[in-house]
């Protein structure tokens, strides 16, 4: 009986909490504040949250585990359906005890009590890489990805305006644009007798990739979509980004005892950490020699890597590294993602083509900010491919104060884990949710039959994070996936005639399987 009330009252003050989280952070009225003080007074103490016990954890995760090998947003459906809103995680080895929640409107209420200066977990083993192994380039500028508190802020100061602002990114269009010329031009040449892509179509989707991100963080290119021109270093990079990818997983997410013991995997990732380190400092010694000798027009506009430079050369090899890290596979995992989709769905694909080949007449047409401007349903086809095949299912933080969630008391320095993407199939804020419909997303449509997502939540659909801490680097993956699409789409029909995609969880999600996309020039 006891246990029926509490869930009742957790049930009354979740609903209250939803129809008043967003006035929360607005001029706040009384009532509003009555209401809060009301669900503080009666929330649950935290040590009366739903729980794993160690064994369940454990057990669930080994073979044979309700959890095992399931991707992020399965797991996240059965635990779900098994706790409700909340559920708590015990500390195991080194790894903290954290809190997971699901409901938007919790989500929604912990990102805005997050402060100016958020908390996030961090990829501890390059935390200790970079403090404990190479101070002599860490030391005196966070990286995005390990620091908090004032040194992550100084880092985020410095680079916000270097990489959100629009006139910067506009800067490397034309680049861009040229690498997913490249890469459609590499990807036909490998077709077989039936137009398939070999069945790693997904390493090739890396290097292109690699190829954008290092064309925009280091200012050149590397080279690696030219199958005649061979670069050692860019060679090892591309390694050296594929063992991390591998490698790190089982560090970062799973039990791992390395802060007691460095094992031989741990030793390798070290290796891989500092071989990224010192590839990346070349080229950027090299960039720094290529600017110095590159007599600079009167209307010269800086690219990132030179404003990164003027702040310091260690902070520049900071951000390259970041951006390797974070953007190569992320931005990988949407491309393919929306790419099936478009497949899956070739009404939605022949009207994608429409919208580019009026803006683009000719196949020899360039992209231009202002031509990019006039895309909407691009967009709209990129919104939606990754609402159903996003590149990461969570988020983490620490509260930022003493908040209630889920009817539960939260201290402040709490860990909470971010289910956000169980929101994506949601029919409350996506109606036919499972189903590819990229004009839920645009303004002007007034077809009755559409679903919409004008009056969603805008937290049930938060690909790049929010706040303080979300992804520095949007508008430049944005860039790149809009180019590849274009570049994919306007001249060619993609089709898939194999099985379901099935997706795999690491640190991104990933495609578990052949990729065999038939390509067909139209």
């Known amino acids: 009986m006891l246990r029926t009330l509490e869930r009742a009252k957790i049930f009354l003050n979740s609903q209250s909490l939803g129809q008043h989280a967003r006035s929360l952070v607005a001029q706040a009225q009384p009532s509003v504040d009555t209401k ?14 739903p729980a794993f016990t160690r064994f369940q954890l454990t057990r669930r995760f080994l073979p044979g585990g309700k959890y095992f090998q399931k991707s992020f947003y399965e797991m996240h459906k059965l635990m779900r359906e098994e706790f409700g809103d909340i559920v708590k995680f015990p500390a195991i080895f080194a790894t903290p005890e954290m809190v997971w929640i699901f409901n938007v409107k919790d ?3 912990m990102f805005r009590f997050e402060g100016p200066i958020p ?4 990829f501890e083993t390059l935390q200790h890489y970079r403090k404990t192994i190479r101070p002599d380039i860490y030391g005196d500028y966070g990286s995005l990805f390990t620091e908090q508190g004032e040194k992550w802020y100084k880092m985020r100061t410095l680079v916000n305006p270097v990489l959100l602002k629009p006139t910067t990114v506009k800067l490397y269009i034309p680049q861009v644009d040229e690498i997913a010329k490249e890469f459609v031009e590499m990807i036909l040449s490998k077709r077989d007798e039936t137009n398939e892509v070999p069945a790693q179509f997904g390493d090739y989707i890396n290097m292109w990739s690699l190829e954008s991100i290092t064309c925009i963080s280091l200012n050149r290119r590397l080279g690696i979509l030219n199958q005649n021109y061979h670069d050692e270093n860019a060679e090892k990079l591309i390694k050296l980004i594929r063992a991390f990818l591998t490698d790190v997983y089982d560090f970062e997410v799973n039990p791992s005892v390395w802060k007691f013991y460095e094992t031989k995997a741990f030793k390798k990732l070290m290796e891989v950490y500092d071989g990224m380190t010192n590839i990346i400092l070349h080229y950027v010694d090299k960039a720094i020699e290529d600017i110095k000798a590159q007599p600079k027009a009167d209307d010269h506009e800086e690219s990132i890597l030179e404003k990164l430079i003027k702040i310091n050369k260690n902070a520049a090899v900071i951000m390259c590294v970041d951006s390797l890290i974070a953007g190569v596979d992320a931005t990988s995992s949407a491309s393919i993602g929306i790419l099936y989709c478009l497949a899956k769905n070739q009404d939605k694909q022949d009207k994608l083509r429409e919208e580019l080949r009026k803006i683009l007449p000719n196949k020899s047409d360039d992209l231009t900010p202002e031509k990019m401007r006039n895309m909407p349903y691009l967009r709209a086809v990129i919104k939606e491919g990754i609402r159903l095949y996003p590149p990461t299912a969570a988020n983490t933080r620490a509260a930022g104060k003493d908040i209630t969630l889920a009817g539960y008391q939260i201290p402040k320095g709490t860990e909470i884990v971010v289910a956000s993407t169980l929101a994506h199939y949601d029919e409350q804020f996506f109606p036919q949710g499972r189903k590819f419909i990229p004009e839920r997303w645009l303004k002007d ?4 039959e559409c679903p919409r997502v004008k009056n969603a939540n805008p937290f049930s659909f938060i690909p790049f994070g929010f706040g303080p801490r979300m992804c520095a680097g949007r508008r ?5 996936i809009e180019a590849l699409l274009t570049r994919m789409i306007r001249d060619y ?3 898939w005639h194999h099985s379901d995609l099935k997706i795999k969880s690491v640190m991104v999600n990933i495609p ?4 065999k996309f038939k390509i067909t020039e139209v």
């Open 36 to 49: 809060v003080k009301n669900e503080e007074i009666d929330a649950l103490p935290y040590g009366s949250i």
């Open 107 to 109: 989500i929604e209420k």
């Open 119 to 122: 908390y996030r977990r961090t």
């Open 445 to 448: 449509n007034t077809d009755p």
């Open 476 to 480: 430049i993956a944005e860039l790149e």
């Open 493 to 495: 029909r993609i089709e």
């Open 512 to 515: 578990d399987g052949d990729l």
